[in-house]
């Protein structure tokens, strides 16, 4: 009933852009807190970036601080994660899911992250 999908992955070459979404089916987006976080081959799944309910905070990985930009669009249901400056480190699945509070604290997979969505695949490669 209730749903998280991510889209708009896929191949750029470094230095590059990308837009990735978190689109929310079944509830109201506007009363979650929204994450997004990836995960490479072989290693724990990392904290990119959070926004809180209503987009006045936001938190941010020290990898990718001053790079990526999320936002969210409460009327159409969606957060975007705008990715710019891209390095084959980025190179993950990205995931989004939703919580209750955005902070430091809570930029790590865990119990409150109710909803996770399947994830979209990001690679960075010339």
């Known amino acids: 009933q209730l749903q998280l999908v991510e889209s708009g992955g896929g191949l750029v070459q470094p230095g590059g852009s990308l837009r990735v979404s978190c689109a929310a089916s079944?509830?109201?987006?506007?009363?979650?807190?929204i994450g997004w976080f990836r995960q490479a081959p072989g290693k724990e799944r990392e904290g990119v970036s959070c926004?809180?309910?209503?987009?006045?905070?936001?938190n941010y990985g020290d990898s990718v601080k001053g790079r990526f930009t999320i936002s969210r669009d409460n009327a159409n249901n969606t957060v975007y994660l705008q990715m710019n400056s891209l390095k084959t480190e980025d190179t993950a699945v990205y995931y989004c899911?939703?919580?209750?509070?955005?902070?430091?604290?809570?930029?790590?997979?865990?119990?409150?992250?109710?909803?996770w969505g399947q994830g979209t695949q990001v690679t960075v490669s010339s």
């Open positions: 926004i809180s309910q209503s987009g006045g905070s936001t």
């Open positions: 079944g509830f109201t987006l506007k009363y979650y807190a």
């Open positions: 899911a939703s919580t209750g509070v955005c902070s430091i604290a809570t930029m790590k997979a865990g119990p409150w992250w109710q909803y």
